[in-house]
């Protein structure tokens, strides 16, 4: 009888996910595993933790819908706590388990947790699983889709028609007659190992205190479909192009990265959807345009997965030494929404309220801690690793190298001027007004980093 892991990691959902039909299709005996590893709350990324609340909160909301839909199939979800490789070798050595699945790994840690579980257990089949791109690894390299740049692989995939594989509908039948490797993990117990993580890594009033804001997402494959179909049931598809680059609002943009950096959502879902959108209503700019975006992100991942160390390097994948540093009281200034520039303030003060700020935000705020305030770009995208619900390790680390200007796009850096980006966005300082970007007067609340970060 063949026993199989399914390793979740960012790909927090069970519809168009190749790895668990693949799982299914081909094991007898079968269970699903997620590990949270202590190392994510420790600072120990730029003196930075990995997971703050608000990414904390997400993904817990992520591990408990998807919990709740495997018992409705008959299995469930088993949470564990340790480092990955190790957990996942004692769960194979333990229960002589033949075959473990799992997402395509393109992070350089998340690459050597696999590659150490394979040394660890050498018999054991792995399949590693492409669900989180509109392209497989086999049709990057066949059709030889070039890297140098964005442009390029944008120009060579849409002149030559590339077709994303379609949503895999998950017949019913799989699910029967499938028995669980691990015995069920009681509700409670499930619950338990979340609620340790909390009281463990964050300060009490951490999860208490967020603030009304931090509900604009949440996690889990039922709400990011819900998100799907309203969008795209919406005319915001239509004016995207003309609205992406608005500081806030519901549909300013589309709302998916959360969704997709978490896996609760598959790009190719999107792809498809959007595709569906523009043959029944209209096809314009602005539909494009959020076509466009995908392939953004699908360019980063592949990238990364061809520089797995150049990426997080000073140098970048430029490999050119940019003219900054580390200077802690500005980082702290800029971390904290103390800088001289009430737009940035603002901007971060939204970042550590809910976790989530615009793409413009993002490139105002990286822009001045590289240009204006000279501090080393490592450390942002690291401060962003921790704040961001929608954390994606190439898209954040690749945008950063972008505006530090050691990424390979041939025009440099991006230096964004403040005050033109506060007029053109924030004309007559509601955004700033909101968030309190202006350091006059008191905070109505508390906007600093301090409440989440970990117990010592």
Same mark, same amino acid.
């Given at each position: 009888?063949?026993?199989?892991?399914?390793?979740?990691?960012?790909?927090?959902?069970?519809?168009?996910?190749?790895?668990?039909?693949?799982?299914?299709?081909?094991?007898?005996?079968?269970?699903?595993?997620?590990?949270?590893?202590?190392?994510?709350?420790?600072?120990?990324?730029?003196?930075?933790?990995?997971?703050?609340?608000?990414?904390?909160?997400?993904?817990?909301?992520?591990?408990?819908?998807?919990?709740?839909?495997?018992?409705?199939?008959?299995?469930?979800?088993?949470?564990?706590?340790?480092?990955?490789?190790?957990?996942?070798?004692?769960?194979?050595?333990?229960?002589?388990?033949?075959?473990?699945?799992?997402?395509?790994?393109?992070?350089?840690?998340?690459?050597?947790?696999?590659?150490?579980?394979?040394?660890?257990?050498?018999?054991?089949?792995?399949?590693?699983?492409?669900?989180?791109?509109?392209?497989?690894?086999?049709?990057?390299?066949?059709?030889?889709?070039?890297?140098?740049?964005?442009?390029?692989?944008?120009?060579?995939?849409?002149?030559?028609?590339?077709?994303?594989?379609?949503?895999?509908?998950? &017949?019913?039948?799989?699910? =029967?007659?499938?028995?669980? $490797? /691990?015995?069920?993990?009681? #509700?409670?117990? %499930?619950?338990?190992?979340?609620?340790?993580?909390?009281?463990?890594?964050?300060?009490?009033?951490?999860?208490?205190?967020?603030?009304?804001?931090?509900?604009?997402?949440?996690?889990?494959?039922?709400?990011?479909?819900?998100?799907?179909?309203?969008?795209?049931?919406?005319?915001?598809?239509?004016?995207?192009?003309?609205?992406?680059?608005?500081?806030?609002?519901?549909?300013?943009?589309?709302?998916?990265?959360?969704?997709?950096?978490?896996?609760?959502?598959?790009?190719?879902?999107?792809?498809?959807?959007?595709?569906?959108?523009?043959?029944?209503?209209?096809?314009?700019?602005?539909?494009?345009?959020?076509?466009? &975006?995908?392939?953004?992100? =699908?360019?980063?991942?592949? $990238? /990364?997965?061809?520089?797995? #160390?150049?990426? %997080?390097?000073?140098?970048?994948?430029?490999?050119?030494?940019?003219?900054?540093?580390?200077?802690?009281?500005?980082?702290?200034?800029?971390?904290?929404?103390?800088?001289?520039?009430?737009?940035?303030?603002?901007?971060?003060?939204?970042?550590?309220?809910?976790?989530?700020?615009?793409?413009?935000?993002?490139?105002?705020?990286?822009?001045?801690?590289?240009?204006?305030?000279?501090?080393?770009?490592?450390?942002?995208?690291?401060?962003?690793?921790?704040?961001?619900?929608?954390?994606?390790?190439?898209?954040?680390?690749?945008?950063?190298?972008?505006?530090?200007?050691?990424?390979?796009?041939?025009?440099?850096?991006?230096?964004?001027?403040?005050?033109?980006?506060?007029?053109?966005?924030?004309?007559?300082?509601?955004?700033?007004?909101?968030?309190?970007?202006?350091?006059?007067?008191?905070?109505?609340?508390?906007?600093?980093?301090?409440?989440?970060?970990?117990?010592?």
């Amino acid at each position: 009888m063949s026993r199989a892991l399914y390793w979740f990691t960012h790909d927090l959902r069970l519809a168009d996910n190749e790895g668990v039909i693949s799982l299914l299709s081909s094991n007898n005996s079968v269970a699903f595993i997620y590990v949270i590893d202590p190392d994510w709350f420790r600072p120990l990324n730029y003196s930075q933790t990995s997971m703050g609340v608000h990414r904390w909160l997400f993904l817990r909301q992520s591990i408990e819908d998807l919990h709740n839909q495997l018992i409705a199939k008959g299995q469930s979800l088993q949470v564990v706590v340790g480092n990955s490789a190790n957990q996942i070798s004692k769960l194979v050595r333990d229960h002589n388990v033949t075959a473990l699945y799992t997402a395509q790994q393109f992070g350089l840690y998340e690459r050597h947790s696999l590659e150490r579980v394979k040394a660890i257990c050498p018999s054991l089949q792995v399949y590693s699983c492409c669900t989180n791109t509109l392209f497989t690894k086999d049709q990057i390299d066949e059709h030889s889709i070039p890297m140098q740049s964005f442009s390029a692989f944008r120009k060579h995939v849409e002149s030559n028609d590339y077709s994303v594989k379609e949503d895999q509908i998950q &017949e019913s039948s799989l699910w =029967e007659a499938k028995r669980a $490797l /691990l015995p069920l993990q009681a #509700k409670n117990q %499930f619950n338990k190992v979340l609620d340790d993580i909390e009281q463990t890594m964050f300060r009490p009033h951490a999860i208490n205190t967020l603030n009304k804001w931090t509900n604009e997402f949440v996690g889990g494959e039922q709400h990011a479909c819900e998100h799907l179909s309203y969008y795209f049931s919406s005319s915001a598809p239509l004016t995207y192009k003309k609205t992406r680059n608005q500081l806030e609002g519901k549909c300013s943009s589309t709302g998916f990265s959360p969704y997709l950096a978490i896996g609760n959502l598959s790009p190719r879902q999107v792809w498809h959807a959007l595709r569906r959108y523009e043959k029944q209503n209209l096809e314009n700019e602005s539909t494009y345009w959020v076509g466009f &975006e995908l392939l953004w992100r =699908e360019y980063f991942q592949w $990238l /990364l997965n061809d520089n797995p #160390k150049a990426f %997080f390097m000073f140098k970048g994948l430029a490999n050119k030494k940019p003219l900054t540093s580390f200077y802690t009281q500005r980082f702290a200034q800029w971390c904290n929404g103390r800088t001289n520039y009430p737009l940035v303030n603002a901007c971060m003060n939204q970042l550590n309220a809910t976790g989530y700020i615009s793409n413009r935000g993002r490139q105002i705020v990286a822009s001045c801690l590289v240009n204006e305030l000279s501090v080393d770009w490592r450390y942002g995208a690291a401060y962003f690793q921790k704040q961001l619900i929608d954390y994606d390790v190439a898209s954040n680390w690749g945008n950063w190298q972008y505006i530090a200007g050691v990424g390979v796009d041939p025009r440099g850096g991006r230096h964004f001027n403040i005050e033109k980006q506060t007029q053109l966005h924030d004309e007559k300082n509601a955004f700033i007004n909101k968030w309190q970007g202006n350091l006059e007067g008191e905070q109505t609340y508390d906007l600093t980093d301090a409440s989440d970060w970990p117990v010592k």
